[in-house]
């Protein structure tokens, strides 16, 4: 009997139920990451003064707690690409829930550190797995576009913790943000684990599990096609050894050193904006539950930016749309800094940065997860993700530390902007770059 091809036959199939349950659950996994991140940006300006700390003391709060995602995407990358993405998600989403849920009894900033590193090491488990698992079930066809658009469940996650904080917080304190943020994932562990598949590409590169790859076989197929007898292959050949090294092998390396270059810029821009700008806008004067508010803007503008540009991303390629998305995302990060009182131009700088960095990421995520075969899939973009996360624990501190020496709000978010181009120009020299794969089978 010939050998089945697995990747093949999922792009040579319509885009089934199956699919768009896996896209939809690794969208909800991403907006752990979006739900995470905005909840210490909103209980650091009440924190602060019922702690009696000035809220520049917050800045290695903000950079240093993402220490925990940058040290859990490297770590889990090669794990899963060796035991599974599925196994490494569920694990790693009851991590995040249970030090989220120890962080609202922080009672001093080196409890509050200490615990946010901690949460993130089970958040930098769950992004780069959510991305591969979504990767490996889409058609390659439409794979950027749905990477793109599942990662859109970060600026909704980013979204719903604004909302939900805006009203949790006057009325029950910040501990009760915390403890939101840890039950949601400590829900999903278990449901992942039910109901969520695992990549049939790792299936068929590194088991013998015949029979549960037919059966996902067929359930995309939306008919019995396969026995369990047969043997499945994917287009890709086998790595063995340390998953890592293989990022710089057979011309990956120039790839791998642009795209950790655009992760650490895009993500400096970022994180920068999310964990300051409702103290921002506090200090100038803003209500905090209108700034929490007025910060979903950022995560809107996300959100529409990723669905508006999806179709030229496939016309003009993921790396041509990054390129553009920063240039204009450097355009709106200053308009954010002369805006001033002028709450319209304050909206609109946020909404366009929100377009442009987060759409930016989205497609971003969807070109790393392109440039890597199976193998190293969640190792690469687990360790473009980690490196990048050098750049989000960068920009908060570096931010505050500007702020504390008296910079001023135009000239920080000038020097924010720089980082914007740089990304930009790292990207536009991967449109080209493709790696050539080759059949393996099953182990």
């Avoid at 980690?386 to 978010?413: E, F, K, T």
Wanted: proline share 5%; charged share 10%.
């Amino acid at each position: 009997m010939a050998a089945v091809n697995v990747t093949d036959f999922i792009d040579g199939q319509r885009f089934s139920r199956l699919q768009l349950a896996v896209a939809i659950w690794c969208g909800v996994l991403v907006a752990l990451d979006g739900l995470d991140v905005q909840i210490i940006a909103f209980v650091a300006p009440v924190i602060a003064p019922s702690w009696g700390v000035p809220i520049a003391a917050f800045g290695p709060i903000f950079g240093l707690g993402l220490l925990g995602f940058m040290l859990g995407a490297l770590i889990a990358g090669p794990f899963a690409d060796r035991y599974g993405r599925k196994p490494v998600i569920v694990v790693s989403a009851a991590i995040l829930g249970i030090f989220s849920l120890a962080t609202a009894d922080a009672h001093t900033l080196g409890q509050l550190l200490i615990l946010r590193v901690l949460t993130g090491l089970g958040l930098g488990g769950v992004l780069p797995n959510a991305v591969a698992l979504t990767s490996e079930y889409a058609p390659r066809r439409n794979r950027a576009m749905v990477i793109a658009v599942m990662f859109c469940g970060y600026s909704i996650g980013g979204g719903i913790s604004a909302l939900v904080s805006a009203r949790l917080i006057p009325a029950y304190g910040w501990p009760s943000a915390f403890v939101f943020g840890g039950v949601i994932p400590l829900l999903l562990a278990p449901a992942i684990y039910l109901w969520v598949p695992e990549s049939i590409d790792f299936l068929a590169q590194r088991t013998r599990r015949s029979q549960q790859i037919a059966a996902l076989l067929n359930r995309i197929a939306a008919r019995a096609m396969f026995k369990g007898d047969e043997t499945f292959v994917i287009a890709e050949k086998n790595m063995k050894g340390f998953t890592v090294k293989h990022l710089f092998t057979e011309g990956r390396t120039a790839t791998t050193l642009l795209l950790w270059l655009a992760f650490f810029c895009n993500l400096l821009v970022l994180y920068l904006l999310a964990a300051w700008l409702p103290a921002m806008m506090q200090a100038a004067g803003v209500p905090i539950g209108q700034a929490i508010v007025f910060t979903a803007f950022l995560n809107l503008g996300g959100i529409i930016g990723t669905c508006a540009l999806g179709p030229l991303m496939s016309r003009w390629g993921a790396a041509v749309v990054i390129a553009i998305l920063h240039m204009l995302a450097a355009i709106s990060t200053v308009t954010i800094g002369v805006a001033g009182n002028n709450t319209t131009l304050l909206a609109l700088g946020i909404f366009g940065a929100g377009f442009c960095v987060i759409g930016g990421l989205n497609f971003l995520n969807a070109l790393a997860s392109s440039k890597y075969p199976t193998a190293i899939r969640s190792t690469g973009v687990g360790w473009g993700l980690g490196i990048g996360r050098i750049g989000s624990i960068v920009g908060p501190i570096m931010a505050g530390v500007l702020l504390a020496g008296h910079v001023s709000l135009p000239q920080l978010y000038f020097i924010a902007a720089v980082p914007a181009l740089i990304v930009g120009l790292a990207v536009l020299p991967l449109g080209s770059r493709n790696e050539a794969v080759t059949p393996v089978l099953a182990d």
